[in-house]
């Protein structure tokens, strides 16, 4: 097992480095940028900050803009969108490139391996969510306001969980499906339905997006089970899988 | 004992039947060809026996020992060299034997060494660079570098150039007799086969029709020409012949005494007894399994 963690890790960093790159220049520039001009809106549209005074005064709010803007809208967008592309090629990758035979033939376990690719998955996801969010924090100190760190800490925590749980899902979607675009595009789509329907009263527990910025004891609970769950599943899965 | 032993082997793709009811052995320190046309069931039979199928009915043991498909220890025994797969191009030929060596837990320096000795791979250029050919002799090296006391190989000099594919062979004869190794490879190469087999397994159809050794197949096996002796004399039923000009073409295959028997009791005379080229035994038997299917 170390040894494919080893080579998963080699294999997988550009990706992950250019991820890194990717939310730590988002949370770098934009958010920055973001909270400049909406805070501005305050001053220079009094009219509208009569009408709508309340709900202004949360704009200057430094712990508002980080929930809305940041974990509620840019991170959980790429998170979710990362933790798919690292997690629909840990084997379909493998049989796309038709390395699956030379690695499924050693004397090594499918589920060692499986458990290998799904770590360094989880791991090269979770990084550059916690880097750019630590970017945040720095440019939170810029701004002389209180910041709620338990707040900020459950929504980290938060996407954490819920990312690696799209990791899991998308591994599990990619022992079925030998196709990284196919799979992708199914779970992308399975993933949108699933937001969609969840207007539905009856179906709203299928709002992915809830896992991200949703209830924190539920979240947490949700992903956790829900990354148990699919790893067994996934488990079954490898161990029947055929190359 | 024997390195490897199948039994009743059923695979199915859907509707196709790739395997129904093989069974063959392979004794220990053989090299046995397993021979078929294309869709025979070859690399799916290859493909169960290293564990990368595992829906199938049937049983496989490896030096005695029952292997089911979640089975990962036995396959240290096993070096397998497959017909179509691919390595991490990213890699060069050294990290790739590295890797190889920290996941089976064996270096294999000094087969490695032996191995550049003979073909001289070019270990440290990325394996993108590689030829086909070059891919295949950087598996052989793979599948060999842990010492394996059983060699699987399918279609082993597909993309090699004659040169190559002498020394490989040349090289596999000389590593299996000093070492004992069994060997157990497909090919679509008649003359190979003959070449290094000492044992050859005929599958059609994903069954077993001929289990022989090499020598035995070719000892009982001719082309006799017969002649009616007498103007009454009837060919037997169950041979097939080719008629012309009086003069009758019987393929002896794996059974030349008893067919030179029936045909002398049956009032033939054998003009001529020829013996016959391996290739044609082998596709003589594929046609004669034809004609008796059918």
Redesign the interface.
Known sequence: M???L??EFK?NLLKAVIETALLSGIAATLIPFGYKILGSLETQIPMVMQKYGELFAKLKDLNFFIVSQWFGKNLLELAILFAIINGIGIIAGESE???A??L???????RSIYCAKIIVATVYTVVPIAISTFLILLFAKTVPQHINYVLFLKLLAESIFASSLTVVLSGAVSIVIDDRIKGGFILVVAIIGAVFLSKIKMFRFLNYTLLFTGDFARSITFSLVGIALLVILSIHLI????? | MNAIECKGLKKSYRTIEALRGLSFTVPEGSITGLLGPNGAGKTTTL?II??????YKGEVRIFGQPVA??D?????K?G?V?E???????MSGSEIIA??G???GKEGKEIIKKLQSIFNLPLERKIATYSRGMKKLL?LY?ALQTNPRLIILDEPTDGLDPIVRSKFFDFIIDYVSNSGTTVLFSSHIIPEVERISDRVVFIKNGKKILEESVDTLKENSALFIVKRENSNAKMPPDLLYNEKDGYFEIFAIGNVKFVKEKLLLSGFEVVKELPLLFEQIFVKFMEAYDESSA
């Open positions: 170390k040894a494919v080893k080579k294999e490139r038709k390395t035979i030379f499924f033939s050693k004397p090594i376990s499918r161990d029947r899988k055929e190359f | 493909k290293n564990g990368l199928l595992t829906q498909p979640s990962f220890e036995y396959r240290k096993i397998f497959p179509e797969f691919s390595l991490y191009e990213y890797f190889n920290e996941i089976t598996s793979l």
